[in-house]
């Protein structure tokens, strides 16, 4: 199950990112919004953040003008690693090497077909392990207050 949240900057952009969704074999969990009437998007971003960091959704995608508010507020929520994305190379080894939980995109940035691509090769990509297992576990220290 994949969380899907977007503010009026992304809602366009929000059903071809469903589709990707889909077409990869996952089920999707719409958090909102559901039209262009202008939203808070730091509300969407947590309840997108608090899904994956609970477990309800394994991953999450949001959907901002840009990509950043949406990605600095998830990255509040204890247990998520949230990447935002303009290029594959970033989408994919966010995965490989950062074990990304939520992909933010920027509507105002991308065109519809790149924005589909790095979400496939994000969602398809696996975590690959080991000495970045240590890397991750070291934020999840950072997040916990800890100090390296
Ligand atoms: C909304 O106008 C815009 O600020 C938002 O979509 C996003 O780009 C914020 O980072």
Redesign the pocket.
């Known amino acids: 199950m994949i969380a899907l949240g977007c503010?009026?900057?992304?809602f366009i952009l929000k059903e071809a990112i469903r589709s990707v969704i889909e077409a990869t074999g996952n089920e999707c969990k719409d958090f909102g919004c559901f039209s262009e009437a202008?939203v808070d998007?730091p509300v969407i971003a947590q309840n997108v953040g608090r899904a994956v960091a609970s477990g309800e959704c394994e991953k999450g995608i949001l959907?901002?003008?840009?990509?950043?508010?949406?990605?600095?507020a998830a990255n509040k929520i204890h247990g998520v690693r949230c990447v935002v994305c303009s290029d594959c190379f970033s989408a994919k080894l966010s995965r490989m090497h950062n074990d990304a939980n939520v992909l933010s995109l920027?509507?105002?940035v991308l065109g519809p077909e790149l924005a589909k691509m790095i979400t496939e090769l994000w969602l398809t990509t696996p975590f690959e392990g080991e000495r970045h297992a240590r890397r991750v576990g070291m934020i999840n220290k950072l997040d916990n207050g800890e100090t390296l």
């Open positions: 503010d009026h900057g992304g202008s998007y959907i901002c003008g840009t990509g950043v508010g949406m990605s600095i920027g509507a105002r």
